[in-house]
């Protein structure tokens, strides 16, 4: 892969000419997939390589890819058995697979989402519906007004799609109970307020930034006790669950109500591919109910009662195909190589100078120059560069350079060759 990881500025440019009006007539296909192929391949991210680090963005399993195109060419609609048994049975036997991974309780259903965003939003809707029948109070038929509160607690350093989740179910991002966290970003166990069967607390497997994971054995023994829901954030760290070396990270996570997690981040699916877990399959049902003359359920399983969607493509077959790759080993492999390689990543560049602010705990590095305006700067000219690509974010008010490891293409040699880049990128503000 000798191409740019951003595209030129050329690339960029062209992108004008799809600045045209809406076509009175039908048009010819060829010539409608060349100006894709021409235009559109030189504008893409090339995130299938090996050195792209940007956002959490997966590279992609080809067996995965190749399922992709097969699953296209079917265009199955998914929300029922009828409308797709092939869906129906791959979705059963995934969420079997994914329990087993994960060791989550049996009775754990899963939804097949778009991604992590929305499996968020799903869990939270159980948690709300759960709580508030326990209260008495039906949240469909009656809705928010005059309803009894529900406490969310979170840490600090929550994802912004918790936040999302938040506002958009009613709860209130000014109503959060934020609690403070460590270094790394992890929740501090013991400035957890007092929970209660009121309270949905929200942890994480994975900061967005440093990676790290919470405490989940003790934080979800003392919320079991409270009869609290906890929901954990696992959009790429859950599936550290799969690593003989950092497993450890993700113990106690069985303890918790609901999960979310992402196959197109750590586990390399393509995209859109996100799931929602919950121990309770009762209340993610009646949270996400939808009915319809015309909608009429079975016995096998239908897709629709655990998503908030109805028509949805069926994004379990790329699922489905990446698990039966990789199988535990495969995970086991790619999960431990995406930390080495981000170690290798950290230790390359404390040796050329550059700060490394957080613990490698899975697949995130935190850098920083020597000071604010020096990494600014040189964060710009590694996207300049193009050899490979970072965004920026902050860690306690320090402005750093932010890497995610997780593309399985990611090599040894696309370290070294991306350190390299960090060194001359620094260089060229110092001349
Ligand atoms: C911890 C965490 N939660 C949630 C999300 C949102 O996931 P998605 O982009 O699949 O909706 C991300 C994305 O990076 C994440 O890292």
Known sequence: MGRNVFPTNEALDNLKVFEEVLPDNMGNSTK?????????????????????????????????????????????????????????????????????????????????????????????????????????????????????????????????TVLKAVALLGFGKDNIEWVDVDSQGRIIPDQIPDLDEKTILILQAGNVNSGSFDYFNEICEKANKANAWVHIDGAFGLWVAGSDKLKHLTSGIEKANSWSVDGHKTLNTPYDCGIVLCKDRDALVSALQ?????????????????????????????????????????????????HDRAYQFAEELTKNGFKVLNEVAFNQVLVACENDEETENTLKNIQELRDCWCGGSTWFDQKVIRISVCSWATTADDITTSVKSFVKARNMIQK
């Open 32 to 160: 409608i997939l060349e100006q894709l192929y021409n235009y559109g391949s030189p504008a893409t991210i090339s995130q299938i390589g090996g050195r792209y680090f940007g956002l959490v963005n997966g590279g992609i399993i080809p067996t995965a890819l190749a399922a992709k195109w097969l699953n296209d060419f079917w265009d199955q609609n998914t929300p029922l058995y009828v409308t797709s048994p092939i869906t129906s049975k791959i979705e059963t036997i995934v969420e079997g697979w994914l329990k087993e991974l994960f060791h989550l309780p049996v009775s754990t259903a899963a939804g097949f989402v778009s991604g992590t965003s929305s499996a968020i939003l799903c869990g939270l809707a159980a948690a709300r519906f759960r709580i508030y029948q326990r209260l008495n109070w039906d949240i469909n038929a009656k809705g928010l007004i005059n309803a009894p509160r529900i406490r969310i607690v979170a840490g600090k350093h929550a994802h912004g």
């Open 290 to 338: 939808a009915t319809g003359a015309y909608i009429v359920y079975g016995e096998n399983r239908d897709g629709m009662l655990y998503t908030a969607e109805i028509s949805r493509r069926a994004r379990a077959i790329e699922l489905w195909a990446t698990l039966k790759y990789l199988g535990k080993q495969g995970i086991n492999e790619l999960v431990n190589g995406l």
